[in-house]
Nanobody, 120 residues
Framework: VQLVESGGGSVQAGGSLRLACVFSGHTYNPSCLAWFRQVPGKEREGVGTIDSDGKTTYADHVKGRFTISKDSANTVFLQMHSLKPEDTAMYYC?????????????????WGQGTQVTVS
């Protein structure tokens, strides 16, 4: 499976961005797709996830500001509002859930290359 993120960029605090992740090929467990982010020198952390029914779960630090959605085809979105400087990170989408808690990188087998978000 191939995951390709897009939509990152630089934005001022309080602004918005929408990230997209297009996935293609086979993922053996499409029931859960997730967004993670990582700052250099820190562990990758979960942002949120969406299941096959469209149910979403979010990390506490983004609740009320970020929204995950997906279209009927093969794209997952991360809509981010009220961005803060601490949201600056490389954002990754993940697929191929192999069990475990959604916010652990080890729970996912497939990753995109990431898209950089910088908030100043």
């Amino acid at each position: 499976v191939q995951l390709v993120e897009s939509g990152g960029g630089s934005v001022q605090a309080g602004g918005s961005l929408r990230l997209a992740c297009v996935f293609s090929g086979h993922t053996y467990n499409p029931s859960c797709l997730a967004w993670f982010r990582q700052v250099p020198g820190k562990e990758r952390e979960g942002v949120g996830t969406i299941d096959s029914d469209g149910k979403t779960t979010y990390a506490d630090h983004v609740k009320g500001r970020f929204t995950i959605s997906k279209d009927s085809a093969n794209t997952v979105f991360l809509q981010m509002h009220s961005l803060k400087p601490e949201d600056t990170a490389m954002y990754y989408c993940a697929a191929g859930w192999r069990g475990g808690t959604w916010d652990r990188p080890s729970s996912f087998a497939e990753w995109g290359q990431g898209t950089q978000v910088t908030v100043s």
